[in-house]
């Protein structure tokens, strides 16, 4: 770890930002027609990456495309910046770019993240890139890829709205929980991928811009800065997110997303903030306030 | 005089859809070939013949499934005539959406066999945009009475239902966004006969009610009988002899409908 940050340059043995010059041309070619078009999904020629497909190499590579010596890159896993998947990926980028990298989301410019956004609101110098598993909204209930095409290019989308009353007719409320679709821009229904919903509104008018990378699916799609994010619902079920009894047990916060933590054998539980850095954050200044008074 | 009849018989001044010399090749081999007539609004018009002679294929470029090689099929919309081919991809997908429905003979193929009864009955509301989940629920449940399907099993799987219930609850999803024209092929094959007849009863009795217009492919001249108004004969892609039902199965002209009728007790 510390011999990583030590490193002052790139590994000369790769090419900066590990893919190659053409390779990131074409990737940025596709990030910009996803962005022309916001929820788009636009296909590209997804990369043998040095990690097995479906562990993050749709947002790798949009990130190894984007990067430059001036960038700071944050990796979140499940909000976290301290799980494998995200210590490898920043060691990684550490590796082949030799730019730095933070666990601070003000710092960052670049912030690479699976299952989550970061609870502090993004700034318009920042771009959020999520790794997507699956960018087809619809796959689950239409499985032939011409017929899904066909409903996103002629907005049939009546199906969405199907699995939603499903839902309700079975548990009585929306019990999709994450992957919960979006309508971008009012044309295009995406795969916010599987980040809680309780993250959803967050997406909406967010001031970052919002890649979404799928390398074994080999589609990318964006949400440009400001752009209207909305969340399917009904006019008599609307859209709700998750709520909490308790504050997080580590910093008091009442406004984050709890994770469910484990702690013994005896079945006792912890419900503490998943993003790590937020929790982090939030705990100094409870002390910095405790010290002051 | 046909015609004269028809227009009388339906109150209606101009027919719903027109078929002008439609044909369908495979390469060499004849689908169907210079095919003409008109359907008027609450008619029902059956197509006849063995298998083989071209009915599906008929059948599947009427419903904008597959295209004509030649020939217009024209759809009267909103008193303007629509050239079925010759539409655009969107508009096509949005007439088929809302003012056509196709019944098919597998259930399995019209139904999504993963969502519940009133998921298969909503979705063509939700496809129009209805966003009110208390009042999918109404409709479908009202659906499920007129299909004769107790409503309580409004969140019971298709494939927990028998094959008649599962024809009904295809027939349910098709009616339920008031289609103006109805395809249907073979809507009681695989029943038996007790089945049949109750699902005659009522799929006669519904596009009555309606006044849909509809055209139902059958190799059954008893489901002939029972349903349509006029009868279109087909053989080798040909339509070989049409007329008014009843007429034609009571003095058949043509040698291979006479063949055809003697062949059956109807």
Known sequence: MTQVQTITGADPHYNYGYLDEQTKRMVRRALLKAVAIPGYQVPFGSREMPLARGWGTGG????????????????????????????????????????????????????????????????????LVYQVPQPEPLRKLEP?????????????????????????????HVATTYAYPVMVNERYIASPTPIPKFDNPKMDMMPALQLFGAGREKRVYAIPPYTRVRSLDFEDHPFTVQTWDKPCELCGSRLSYLDEVIVDDQGSRLFVCSDTDYCEEQRQANASEGAGA | MNELLHSSLSGAQQPILQVERMSRFYGERVGCQAVSFKLWPGEILGVVGESGSGKSTLLRCLAALDQPTQGDILFSEQGEWLNIPALSEPKRRALMRRAWGIVHQNPRDGLRMGVSAGGNIGERLMDAGERNYAQIRR????????VEIDPDRIDDLPRHFSGGMQQRLQIARVLVSEPRLVFMDEPTGGLDVSVQAKLLDLLRALVRDMGIAAVIVTHDLAVARLLTDRLMVMKDGFVIEQGLTDQVLDDPQHAYTQLLTSAVLV
């Open chain 1, 60 to 127: 790798i590579q949009i990130t190894a495309a984007l990067i430059g010596p001036s960038d700071c890159l944050k990796v979140i896993d499940q909000g976290a910046d301290d799980t494998t998947n995200a210590v490898s990926i920043r060691q990684f980028f550490a590796r082949v770019t030799g730019g730095r990298t933070t666990e601070k989301v003000d710092e960052a410019t670049i912030i690479q993240t699976r299952h989550r956004i970061p609870e502090k609101p993004l700034r318009e110098d920042q771009i």
């Open chain 2, 139 to 146: 409709v479908a449940s009202e659906w499920l009475a007129r």
């Open chain 1, 144 to 172: 032939s890829e011409v017929e899904t095409r066909n409903m996103h290019a002629w907005e049939e989308y009546g199906l969405m709205q199907v699995r939603l009353y499903e839902d309700i007719a079975r548990f009585g």
